[in-house]
């Protein structure tokens, strides 16, 4: 086929998203190297994203540009053959074994400190935030906070545990909040040591540990934005082991991004460039864990959320770019402009999730209310805590 040929039969599948070839509308795609159209029906989700990052192309809106491309399912319509080996390797490889599951952390989350404080909310979350009655980043991510909190129905003297608690903001909210001692395990380094420092004054613990490793009795547990890592032969292990780890009274709050089917691979790039060995899971995939270990009391579903949060994490990274440019050098910033905007334009387009699920080991008597928070209620929980400590 010759490349004036190609490009044309390209062009016609972008249209069919409402994207044109050098078109004049912000989701359109600026070709600067003809190559790269043969790399990326080639190489798909891969070829996409390292042409982007090499300036073979541009978009001025990639979130908007991969919200049309995502709603109208055109990666369903090329799918290269060399998607077949990452397939086989997540049906054959525990990619997320006790040894490799430390690599996400190293590679991922050691990123900077600095960096990633510039670029969330202050309380450090890099979650989805909860954007109800909210107006800015720092005011959404405590109310998911908050809410998380509510679900868990914590209470003054309790112990949690959070799996994967980053720079530890739900361990710090519920001790400040709730009066609650907290444990919390992550595979990042930076993380456990910015977490020492930051929260030094609160009955909080930071343990540089895998998930698999932790055996002792908690009231209640938290697992936000940590699933995703655990890949699917291990999540049956990962249900086990909170089981065992939960009070039979205690509640668990899985929070995770989600695919809409079970069969799919993790994006290429993403799992090369962002987040090694990632593996989103499927409704299916939780449930089949779930089943037999606990109870399922709620499941709720506000995805849409993630791509305001996306957005606001873009437009702090690239207001902050000029203090780490030096540092990280222009490919990193097409990079990151990349995986944000792409995650925003993905979420926005319904094609992934994200789930809370709240579960018991032997189902709440009486059954389950998922609080219906609003501010009145924050602000209540937190003039009725301090008022506890006076």
Avoid at 54 to 79: C, I, M, N, S, T
Avoid at 87 to 92: C, G, N, P, V
Wanted: proline share 3%; charged share 20%; aromatic share 14%.
């Amino acid at each position: 086929m010759k490349l004036t040929s190609l490009e044309e039969w390209f062009n016609q599948r972008l249209n069919e998203a409402g994207i044109a070839l050098n078109g004049s509308n912000p989701w359109d795609i600026q070709l600067h190297n003809s190559d790269a159209i043969q790399r990326i029906l080639s190489q798909g989700s891969l070829g996409l994203g390292e042409s982007y990052m090499q300036g073979d192309w541009d978009v001025p809106q990639l979130d908007a540009f991969f919200y049309r491309l995502l709603r109208a399912q055109l990666h369903e319509k090329v799918k290269p053959s060399s998607l077949w080996l990452p397939y086989i390797q997540h049906k054959l490889i525990n990619k997320q074994n006790s040894k490799r599951a430390w690599r996400v952390g190293e590679y991922h989350y050691n990123l900077g400190n600095t960096f990633y404080q510039a670029m969330l909310d202050k309380r450090m979350t890099y979650t989805c935030a909860y954007w109800q009655q909210a107006s800015n980043l720092d005011q959404a991510q405590e109310n998911k906070l908050e809410l998380i909190c509510q679900k868990l129905k914590l209470q003054p003297g309790m112990r949690l545990l959070d799996i994967g608690c980053g720079w530890g903001s739900l361990m710090g909210y519920a001790a400040e909040k709730y009066g609650v001692e907290c444990v919390g395990i992550t595979v990042s380094s930076e993380q456990v040591k910015f977490g020492q420092v930051r929260y030094a004054h609160l009955p909080v613990e930071f343990r540089l540990q895998d998930y698999r490793a932790v055996n002792e009795q908690f009231d209640a547990i938290a697992s936000v934005g940590m699933f995703e890592h655990v890949g699917r032969k291990n999540h049956r292990k990962f249900m086990q082991v909170a089981h065992r780890c939960l009070n039979d009274e205690g509640l668990f709050l899985l929070h995770t991004i989600g695919k809409n089917t079970s069969n799919g691979i993790t994006d290429p790039w993403l799992e090369r460039y962002i987040f090694p060995n990632g593996d989103l899971p499927s409704i299916q995939q939780i449930a089949n864990a779930v089943e037999g270990q606990f109870v399922v009391e709620d499941l709720h579903n506000f995805g849409a959320d993630y791509d305001k949060t996306l957005i606001a994490w873009f437009h702090n990274f690239n207001q902050h770019w000029p203090e780490f440019s030096a540092e990280y050098g222009d490919v990193f910033y097409r990079k990151w402009r990349y995986y944000l905007l792409s995650c925003a334009g993905a979420f926005r387009a319904r094609d992934i999730q994200l789930w809370q699920w709240v579960l018991s080991k032997q189902g709440v008597v009486g059954g389950y209310q998922r609080p219906q928070m609003s501010l009145h209620d924050y602000f209540n929980c937190s003039i009725e805590w301090q008022l506890r400590r006076v």
